[in-house]
């Protein structure tokens, strides 16, 4: 008999959970088990533990308390048929057999060992239904298509008519609408059938020129990554071979049917909890190699989804000629990001309106607050609203402004505020042994892939490329290791040396898009040069602050540096805008903000901008490598020159 709670009123109407060993939390945090949507309800309202009584719920000191058949409650244990009231949603208890009363989707189809498992059928299950979990996914269905087996969990999901589709805000998942740049060695790695899914006319743009990883002349893409999911997803309904079950994957819960499997592939980002559940089996991360003076080095950088109307060449130069902001859009849409100093990061708050309290909500989720009728931006999933913009005098509030001045974005063109606290570790390896083999058992094994493998500092836009790389090198390797007998460590010394490859490339571009090195050999974090640059600085005696000076020494100075990069640009991107349409554009900026900008520095467009990883050296053949036997010097030599033999 399992017991289950089942939404009756609200946006989990007809949805059910199986409880289970694991505590079943219930509140309006985003990683709740389940996502509150009323505001009357609290940050952690309830939870439900088991305990020798059985399943127990337990109100943990919610704002308006937690009701059981209209009774407040502190503790109840609970009995078939109660009824569950958290804020203005209403669940029911129920014990009885999942199997024929509730689709269990965690448990149907386990296979097991010898009852009638087909043993040249590879078993895998991805635990993140992302971009990368699920391309991963779309590749293997395709290379080992009838011989392979796929589950695919994610908690982002939910179950509508006979197919899974991605929740919306209403149900408490804020959809990801930054636009990300795929380039072009990894979009055309993918199969034709998911390229045609992803890239329908209207659906990306091409804003960046054609560099060093362009294969075939192909530039990169920009496409939204609520785009990517929503394709990836409805192509993934279709296949017979891949099975999504709307929950997140708990390796707890699941231990027993893991067992069976053959590949598990974690692809839940840069927090998985899966990854830390196997921690001793891939290795501590290392955090040293990415910090500066004994500081683990992180920065903090505000998404700001914003319409821009400038042309996508002004866009590209105003953007890598200086380190404080990034837009990425298409056609104009997207998010500006803006690289925040240690003081401006302290100011990311939200600030509940009612009880008068602030809130991490958008420093720690993050959460996306939009703005609404008031003008002011409100986090739908907490109610708080982002406390900068209640205080439009305030300092980060005005460098906010000079951002969006710099884009040529109005301020009514700015729709919504985000926040990403970004660092890097290095990891020892990607593949680990969770399972050995067993008489009943084929043994099981782990691999990181995307962000939970490589969290890529987003400064250079890389971290999908990294992951759709991952996604395609496992699939590749597990074709080739696949002959319906237990996978060996051997197996996937390749992937393994992809893996470290894209580390180390992808992480070291990262680095040099957080620090900078100076003529003198001295490192400093660029966070801490532009606050440094935004103090106001007098000259000495009756010279003028330097900032009255500022458009004729900054400005100056920075319209030099993007004459340079425009003439390196022009070749690849036409329509580069002119000496004097810059000079325009930019005497409208502070001469305080023009500093930031000249001393913050240009991107290190060779560092950043560089070739991407090339996974298809580990692949191009299967033949093993020929050494010829020394030769006896004692014999006469052949004819020809023994090194053409070795080479």
Known sequence: MASVIVGRTGPFTGQSVVLGSAPLTFGRKSDSGIVIVSPSASRLHAEIVTEDAGFVLYDRDSRNGTYVNDERVTRHVLRPNDCVRIGDETFLYEAQDAMETVINLSQLDVPRAGVGTDPGVLRVTVSGGGPVGLAFALALEETLHGRVAITVHDGRWIRKDSGIVWKGEEQGNVRRQQVVTVQSRQYLALSEEVRSALFDEGAYSEMWPVGPDSVDGSPPRNIRIAYIENRLLELANTKAAIRLVPSRFDPQEQQSRLAQEHVLAICEGGRSRTREHYGDRFGGADSSIYSLDGEHLQDVVLGLRVKSKLSDPMSVL?????????????????FLNMRLTREEAKSVIGIDPVRQVFEEC???????????????FRCPTHGTLFLPALLRSSP?????????????????????????????????????????????????YGFLLGDAANAIHFWPGRGLNSGLASATSLARTLVRAWRGKPLRDADFIRHEAAMSMLQYRHKSRAWNAMVTTDEQGTTRAIKDIIARSAEPRRGTGSAPDRADLGVGIELDGLLDRMAAIRDRLAPRLPGMPTDAELRSHLATVAPATLRV????????????????????????????????RPADPRSPAPAGDLREAVS
């Open 396 to 444: 980060l509030w005005k460098e906010i402004r000079q951002g969006l001045n710099l884009f040529g974005v109005a301020e009514d063109d700015l729709s919504a505020i985000t926040s990403f606290r970004l660092d890097m570790v290095q990891r020892p390896r990607f593949t680990a042994q969770l399972n050995r083999p067993t008489a009943t058992s084929p043994g099981t």
């Open 318 to 334: 105003l953007t890598v000629s200086q380190n404080r902001f990034l837009l990425n859009s298409l056609r104009g849409e997207g």
């Open 362 to 376: 958008i420093a720690a989720r993050p959460c996306l607050m939009s703005r609404e009728e008031d003008n002011e």
């Open 597 to 628: 900008l000249q001393e913050s520095g240009a991107w290190d467009t060779l560092i950043v901008g560089g070739e991407e990883a090339d996974i298809d050296l580990f692949y191009q053949s299967d033949s093993p490598v020929y050494v010829p």
